[in-house]
């Protein structure tokens, strides 16, 4: 009897598993679905989590249908008519929910599931472009688009950005309320309006792999889990709407930045600057996915746009085998191409360091010390750490050691601070 039940535990553990591997990528999709019919993400969120209960309860014994998916959406549409008619809410309502769900039976043929990965990804795509509506602040977009579209729970978005986690779910829920109180039309922008909402979006994804990429604050030098989320749901974005270069643009940039991500640090978890990486580490695989992204945006007609500049930069670096084969008069004239599309006196930083590699040091002193009389970056500790750099090149050593002292003042990152107090301790 014993080796009975340890077996039943073994099935139901490894069923269990199945249908978290199963939630983890139809939750958004479930959401989606349920949040067109209902008109109300709130409520949406709510059916589809009682549609997982269902799956957990039914699929033990029955086992893991065909279609999981669709037995999801199945089981969030009964949910759904429950709510409605234990509230007597409109007739209308629940005859459209009865005939959705006689059209969309678990159990249908090919083409029936073609028709309905289709309606999936026109709801998946309102359900991004809702979850990062510029109605809602900055970010309130990245909490909740990590919830609705990345599937990660309070508690997992809180740990990410070393929040506490009511604070992160009063962030989510004032989200939903203002998107509900905005009467926010849950449909994908059409017209002149679609390329500012497709830049709200990728701006999301972007600061979203941004703090996975190199952390604010905390232990911590990266946070990989973040970089793989946004990078996940620009794979999404990518496939939902091909024709947007910009979209493949950034979802490049990532992958050829992530590649990099086990040669930038070292066993201890401290920062290795890029020209001492070991590129033997680097992902190759990614490499070569992050370039095709960048000649389909190109392709595209997306050479201009910001993300697809900074990719262009970024395979700069991934096509180097050696950090001395890097073309930094390329990527230095990038820079100033993107600092024209859009300015900003941090990508004018970037340059700056661009041009210490490719011209030396004392052409980027210059460039650096007018940026330092910048109101923008007087805060920023990059600054003093790029300068403490150059400094340190041209042997101004005592300079360069307050210039580093100044950057370890200024970050919240324990890493970071590490590091650049052991730089300016080496300058000394």
């Known amino acids: 009897m014993a080796g009975l039940g340890d077996g039943t535990t073994k099935g139901r553990q490894e069923t269990d598993g199945a249908i978290a591997a199963v939630w983890r990528v139809e939750q958004a999709r479930v959401i989606a679905g349920l949040a067109r019919m209902v008109r109300d993400i709130s409520l949406a969120e709510e059916l589809a989590q009682e549609a997982l209960m269902a799956a957990l309860k039914n699929w033990p014994d029955a086992g893991v249908p065909r279609n999981p998916g669709a037995w999801l959406m199945q089981a969030g549409k009964r949910k759904a008519i429950d709510y409605f008619r234990h509230r007597k809410m409109a007739a ?63 508690e997992e978005i809180a740990r990410a950005f070393l929040a506490n986690d009511t604070t992160i779910g009063q962030r989510i829920v004032r989200a939903k309320r203002t998107i509900a109180e905005a009467g926010v039309p849950f ?180 460039l650096v010390d007018v940026l330092k009389a910048s109101p923008a970056l007087e805060n920023y500790h990059l600054l003093y750490g790029v300068r403490g750099d150059i400094l340190r090149k041209l042997g101004r050593h005592s300079e360069a050691n307050l210039e580093f002292r100044r950057a370890a003042e200024l970050t919240r990152n324990a890493r970071e601070k590490a590091f650049l107090e052991g730089r300016a301790e080496e300058a000394t």
């Open 92 to 154: 209308g309502k629940l005859e459209m929910l009865g005939r959705e769900m006689e059209d969309q039976r678990p159990d249908a043929e090919t083409a029936i599931h073609e028709q309905l990965d289709d309606e999936v990804g026109d709801d998946l795509l309102r359900l991004i472009f809702t979850s990062c509506h510029p109605v809602l602040p900055p970010e309130s977009r990245v909490a909740l688009t990590l919830r609705l579209i990345g599937g990660l729970t309070t």
């Open 187 to 366: 449909e994908v922008p059409r017209g002149a309006e679609r390329e500012e909402r497709v830049a709200s979006v990728l701006g999301v994804l972007y600061l979203i792999f941004n703090e996975g990429y190199s952390a604010t604050a905390g232990e911590d030098w990266m946070r990989p889990q973040l970089c793989e989320e946004a990078m996940r749901m620009g794979r999404i974005l990518a496939a939902l709407i091909p024709e947007e270069p910009e979209v493949h643009g950034l979802l490049a940039l990532m992958e050829l930045q992530h590649a990099r991500a086990r040669a930038r640090t070292d066993m201890a978890g401290d920062p290795v600057l890029l020209p001492d990486q070991n590129r033997a580490l680097w992902d190759q695989m990614m490499i070569r996915r992050g370039l095709d992204g960048l000649t389909k945006a190109q392709r595209l007609g997306g050479i201009a746009g910001p993300y697809t500049l900074q990719a262009a930069i970024a395979a700069c670096h991934g096509r180097a085998r050696k950090a001395e084969e890097t073309d930094w008069r390329q990527i230095a004239a990038l820079y100033g191409l993107l600092n024209q599309v859009t300015p900003s006196p941090v990508i004018e930083l970037n340059r700056a360091v661009a041009v210490s590699m490719a011209e030396g040091p004392a052409a980027a002193l210059p």
